[in-house]
């Protein structure tokens, strides 16, 4: 059973960096799309990055393009999210989980294709 771990995450002041991080058990590190993605108080999750564990490719939403950097260490089975010039609006439970589904499925960065889905770790930008 695949199970995700993620941690990292904190109270920051605006304009402020975290990096989160995402341990993957029970999971062939080589076979999967992992990806980020968040759930603020009162709306949808949304997918933010994703890293395929293969090649090492990656892909962003557009507005988190420029301010958030997923990556990888596949020797710990450790999926990364830097985050930099947070704002408020960036409060949220992130979450990771995976994907066996192809590439340009994953790249719609919805929801609905991942699972094994952890317990989320709870960023809080105070204005």
């Known amino acids: 059973e695949v199970q995700f771990m993620e941690s990292g995450g904190n109270l920051v002041q605006a304009g402020g960096s975290l990096r989160l991080s995402c341990v993957a058990q029970g999971l062939n590190f080589d076979d999967y799309t992992i990806g980020w993605f968040r759930q603020a108080p009162g709306k949808e999750r949304e997918g933010l990055a994703i890293?395929?564990?293969?090649?090492?490719?990656?892909y962003y939403k557009d507005s988190m393009k420029g301010r958030f950097t997923i990556s990888s260490d596949d020797t710990k089975k450790k999926v990364f999210l830097q985050m930099k010039g947070l704002k408020p609006e960036d409060t949220a439970i992130y979450y990771c989980a995976s994907t066996t589904r192809p590439w340009w499925i994953a790249t719609a960065l919805s929801p609905a294709n991942f699972a094994s889905w952890g317990q989320g770790t709870q960023v809080t930008v105070a204005s």
């Open positions: 890293i395929s564990t293969s090649d090492g490719d990656t």
